[in-house]
């Protein structure tokens, strides 16, 4: 079988990473971890920074794979992140409403 990424080129996270080399080979305990120690760097200022992961993500490989910058477009990765907010905002509007509509109908039903 052979895998194709969509996004060319894709940079693996330092898990991904991790998981990768412990398929293929013996990985030593200094190396698991600092991909470990990375990973959790990743999350703490990146995953838990934005709303959504493929922001974190393209955050990420803006900051620290610097061969990657030239091929990220910044302009691009906001405007996404735009749509994404956009249809999360509609879809709590819409939760909030259903909740809304859900109540009164239960409160009609007791009169």
């Known amino acids: 079988m052979k895998i194709r ?5 894709y940079h693996f996270t330092p898990l991904t990473i991790l998981k990768r080399k412990m ?3 013996d990985v030593g305990d200094e190396e698991i971890e600092k991909l470990v120690r990375f990973y959790v760097d990743y999350v703490r200022s990146y995953i838990y920074r934005f ?4 922001k974190a993500y393209y955050e990420w490989v803006y900051e620290k794979v610097p061969w990657l910058r030239r091929k990220i477009n910044r302009e691009e990765v906001e405007f996404l992140n ?3 907010q956009r249809s999360w905002t509609h879809a709590a509007s819409a939760a909030r409403a259903f909740g809304f509509w859900f109540v009164a109908s239960r409160a009609l039903r007791r009169l």
């Not at 990424?5 to 080129?9: L, S, T, W």
């Not at 709303?51 to 493929?54: E, H, I, L, S």
Request: charged share 40%.
């Open 5 to 9: 990424y969509v996004e060319k080129p």
């Open 23 to 25: 398929v293929r080979v």
């Open 51 to 54: 709303d959504n992961r493929d």
């Open 82 to 84: 735009s749509i994404i």
